[in-house]
């Protein structure tokens, strides 16, 4: 399923580049014909019939369909018309039903599925000014949604309380502006007052059942883009090998999600908050990026195995990361980044391992920032490839380079930072185990083991023995620094695998 899923966002996403579409000083047949020409070239087949009367074209029993690759299924939008009105001012406005079936049928392990969705709106109006080859469109509404009607499973109705799915946006506005030359490119902004989902599922064969919903206030986007002309939407590999690239940043001002459910007879639930995050991203020929971020999360986990929720807060989440996607004979750049910031518990679960207070209950902080190079050995995004990876878990590339250029570990009174650089050879997997062999050096600081490990010695949490072993390990890889309870060392690995710890070699 989620393989079809990952197929079926090309087309839901090319969808709705058009469905914010509309055009200026051209006809309203000529519209249409662009229409067809457009979608066509990206994969789907259109069909629908077009009647003019006066200044208004209608274009009546509309059908998108594309065939997603490798038989997984289809994708099928089908409503009953809509209008392309010429307004005599060099505009043209676009008038849609106010709700309309969205059909996806495939294959997914076998079993032949059909899910049918209406999407609606209210008060919705689309407005396009400009030229043939420079078209702007204008729009809003006060509501869209999409709501679940109905799914099959090998041709047997799955009853109504079994799954539901329903979205539901406000306050839509935005512009979407379109130069057609050689490609298409295409620059969107976006605003929402709010967006809600509720998403519930019940096994009847079982005792699982979930729910999960949500809401996300003051949205934005903003990205611009080009796709090619003749692609498959549906096929990623061949839209980027045609040349598509798109960038672009999705933003909240506040969130809130609630998840409760049944698992294996046991029940369980999740609260969370935030205040405001982003969601960047940016994709081409030669790389994907992802950008995370979420601001004053707040987490509330309940289990019945447990007589009291489990709270947690951070200052900021986030993850990032950026990876090249085409097979090159080159070596390519990465980058992987992460944080949580100002991590913190309720006293609750700080009293079940230290009732006394301890140890330092300040804020802790884990954040790590890394870059590098490696060589892409095959096109992974290839659906074909990807299958043959899985079947023969080979590695889709080979590590070059790694450099930490920030790692930061703060909890309980203690503090680990540090930074490092390496090189692999990947001809050489016999000198750690069938690792590419590293050589190249990490600088480490440790302030306030000693005091932590004290503290552990009084909780009764670690023995004297232990204690001991610790402090032996640590006199063996770091030397003291020029501030009490500080310890810095310096990882050497050398061509020939041998290892040092400040000039001493330990392998």
């Known amino acids: ?252 001002g506040a969130g809130s999600s609630d998840i409760s459910g049944t698992g294996d007879g046991e029940q369980f639930g999740m609260q969370s908050s935030s205040q405001g995050g982003t969601f960047e991203v940016a994709m081409d020929a030669d790389h994907i990026g992802y950008d995370i971020a979420q601001n004053s999360v707040e987490l509330s986990v309940t289990s019945q195995d447990l007589p009291f929720p489990i709270e947690l807060a951070m200052a900021q989440a986030g993850i990032k990361f950026d990876v090249p996607v085409q097979a090159s004979d080159e070596a390519q750049p990465f980058a992987f980044g992460m944080n949580l910031t100002d991590f913190t518990m309720s006293d609750i679960i700080w009293g079940m391992f230290d009732p006394a207070g301890a140890l330092p209950r300040d804020p802790a902080t884990i954040a790590l920032d890394a870059t590098g190079t490696a060589k892409v050995l095959v096109d992974f995004l290839d659906p074909t490839v990807a299958e043959t990876l899985d079947a023969t878990e080979a590695a889709p590339g080979e590590l070059e380079t790694l450099a930490i250029n920030q790692l930061t570990v703060s909890m309980v009174g203690a503090k680990l930072t540090g930074t490092g650089a390496f090189e692999f050879d990947n001809s050489n997997l016999e000198a750690f185990d069938g690792m590419p062999a590293p050589s190249g050096e990490a600088n480490l600081q440790l302030v306030g083991a000693n005091a932590l490990i004290d503290k552990l010695i009084g909780m009764g949490l670690m023995s004297d023995s232990d204690a001991m072993g610790a402090r032996m390990m640590m006199g063996m890889l770091a030397v003291p620094g020029d501030s009490p309870d500080t310890l810095n060392s310096k990882i050497e690995i050398n061509k020939e695998g041998h290892i040092s710890a400040n000039g001493q070699r330990i392998k």
């Open 1 to 252: 399923m989620s393989v079809f899923l990952r197929r079926s966002c090309g087309a839901v996403i090319a969808y709705a580049v058009v469905s914010q579409s509309a055009w200026a000083d051209l006809t309203a047949n000529d519209v249409w014909a662009d229409w067809q020409a457009y979608l066509g070239g990206m994969g789907y087949e259109v069909s629908g019939t077009a009647s003019t009367s006066g200044n208004v074209t209608t274009v009546a029993n509309v059908s998108l369909a594309m065939d997603l690759p490798e038989q997984d299924g289809q994708f099928n939008m089908n409503f009953p018309e809509m209008t392309m009105t010429e307004n005599g001012d060099g505009t043209v406005s676009i008038g849609l039903p106010p709700s309309f079936p969205l059909v996806i049928d495939g294959t997914a392990d076998d079993e032949v599925f059909k899910a049918a969705l209406t999407y609606s709106h209210d008060g919705m109006t689309m407005l396009v000014s400009g030229s043939p080859e420079d078209m702007t469109y204008d729009y809003s509404a006060s509501r869209l949604g999409v709501v679940l009607d109905s799914v099959e499973a090998d041709g047997e109705a799955i009853p109504s309380d079994v799954v539901k799915v329903a979205f539901d946006m406000t306050g839509v506005a935005g512009t979407s502006r379109m130069v057609i030359g050689e490609n298409r490119d295409v620059d969107q902004s976006f605003t929402a007052d709010s967006l809600t989902y509720d998403i519930a599922f019940d096994d009847p064969e079982s005792d699982d059942q979930g729910k999960f919903s949500g809401k996300m206030d003051a949205l934005t986007f903003k990205g611009a883009g080009m796709i090619p002309m003749g692609i498959n939407a549906a096929d990623y590999q061949s839209m980027i090998e045609a040349g598509f690239n798109f960038a672009g940043a999705f933003t909240y």
